[in-house]
T-cell receptor, first 114, second 112 residues
Framework: QKEVEQNSGPLSVPEGAIASLNCTYS??????FFWYRQYSGKSPELIMSIYSNGDKEDGRFTAQLNKASQYVSLLIRDSQPSDSATYLCAVNGVTTSGTYKYIFGTGTRLKVLA | SQTIHQWPATLVQPVGSPLSLECTVE??????LYWYRQAAGRGLQLLFY??????ISSEVPQNLSASRPQDRQFILSSKKLLLSDSGFYLC???????????FGPGTRLTVT
């Protein structure tokens, strides 16, 4: 079982719609969760972090966390063509020497259709 | 504000040649530094991390090595590249707490 799982997509939504991106993780002790946006050929850009159960809103983005279900999601309201990118979910883990690290999913490709 | 630089942006190297990629961070002190590789169609793989000068830990055994000669400088090296070393190499930094990581622009390496 993969540690962080995402549907690879592509997820296609019309302009102005809500895009819903989902991520599940396997380690119950994970405490920190992150969403990155990666445009083709570019490096990942941090867009949201969430540490507590519930919703966290930032502009058009809402991150949702449910630790009991080991599930984190990202909602993008009023989707724009410029939101078309791959969205990476990251969950904190522990390195072989016990320090903090990220575990990334393989990403969901989002296409917003004009 | 903090800025992270990587160079070169792109690199094409023959199999068996050496490699040196550099990463520098500005606007912060004592950052945690990370090297990742992103192969085509795959997720980000943590290669090395460093919590201080001269302190390097490896996550994946391979023919790559890393060094941190200065507080805000992180170098990824290889003595002999393999075809499987091709990929998008990303440097990232975080503060000492290590919660949020920020990536540099990356180096796209093609080994021929």
């Amino acid at each position: 079982q993969k540690e962080v799982e995402q549907n690879s997509g592509p997820l296609s939504v019309p302009e102005g719609a809500i895009a819903s991106l989902n991520c599940t993780y396997s380690d119950r002790v994970s405490q920190s969760f992150f969403w990155y946006r990666q445009y083709s050929g570019k490096s990942p850009e941090l867009i949201m972090s969430i540490y507590s159960n519930g919703d966290k809103e930032d502009g058009r983005f809402t991150a949702q966390l449910n630790k009991a279900s080991q599930y984190v999601s990202l909602l993008i309201r009023d989707s724009q063509p410029s939101d078309s990118a791959t969205y990476l979910c990251a969950v904190n883990g522990v390195t072989t020497s016990g320090t903090y690290k990220y575990i990334f999913g393989t990403g969901t490709r989002l296409k917003v259709l004009a | 504000s903090q800025t992270i630089h990587q160079w070169p942006a792109t690199l094409v190297q023959p199999v068996g040649s050496p490699l040196s990629l550099e990463c520098t961070v500005e606007g912060t002190s004592n950052p945690n530094l990370y090297w990742y590789r992103q192969a085509a169609g795959r997720g980000l793989q943590l290669l090395f991390y460093s919590v201080g000068i001269g302190q390097i830990s490896s996550e994946v055994p391979q023919n790559l090595s890393a060094s941190r000669p200065q507080d805000r400088q992180f170098i990824l090296s290889s003595k002999k590249l393999l075809l499987s070393d091709s990929g998008f190499y990303l440097c990232a930094w975080s503060d000492l707490a290590g919660y949020e990581q920020y990536f540099g622009p990356g180096t796209r390496l093609t080994v021929t």
